[in-house]
Nanobody
Framework: EVQLVESGGGSVQAGGSLRLSCRAS????????MGWYRQAPGKQREEVAT???????RYADSVKGRFTIIKANAESTLDLQMESLIPEDTAMYYC????????????????WGQGTQVTVSS
């Protein structure tokens, strides 16, 4: 059974940092395409960052230069290091995975975690 479990969310002041972690099980992280999404109250879910199994990364313009997506194959984890946080980063953050780079096909990933809340205060 495929499982994605996020952790590391919390409350932080603007300018602060957080590191989210997604622990994966039931599939090979090394062979998978993975990513982070977020959804703020009243807003549509948006893609934050993706990491293909070829090592290529993609970031939303709003987080470029501040967020870094990191995969640790040995630990079966996908992390999101977030720096210089702003109130607009407040959202529920979700880990996602699939066996192909869904973003290249305009598709949604098959597997999702339950999410972890990030709140940034001004």
């Amino acid at each position: 059974e495929v499982q994605l479990v996020e952790s590391g969310g919390g409350s932080v002041q603007a300018g602060g940092s957080l590191r989210l972690s997604c622990r994966a099980s039931g599939f090979s992280v090394e062979d998978s395409d993975m990513g982070w999404y977020r959804q703020a109250p009243g807003k549509q879910r948006e893609e934050v960052a993706t990491l293909g199994n070829d090592g290529r990364t993609r970031y939303a313009d709003s987080v470029k230069g501040r967020f870094t997506i990191i995969k640790a194959n040995a630990e079966s984890t996908l992390d999101l290091q977030m720096e210089s946080l702003i109130p607009e980063d407040t959202a529920m953050y979700y880990c996602a995975a699939d066996s192909f780079p869904w973003w290249s096909f305009g598709r949604e990933p098959q597997y999702w975690g339950q999410g972890t809340q990030v709140t940034v205060s001004s």
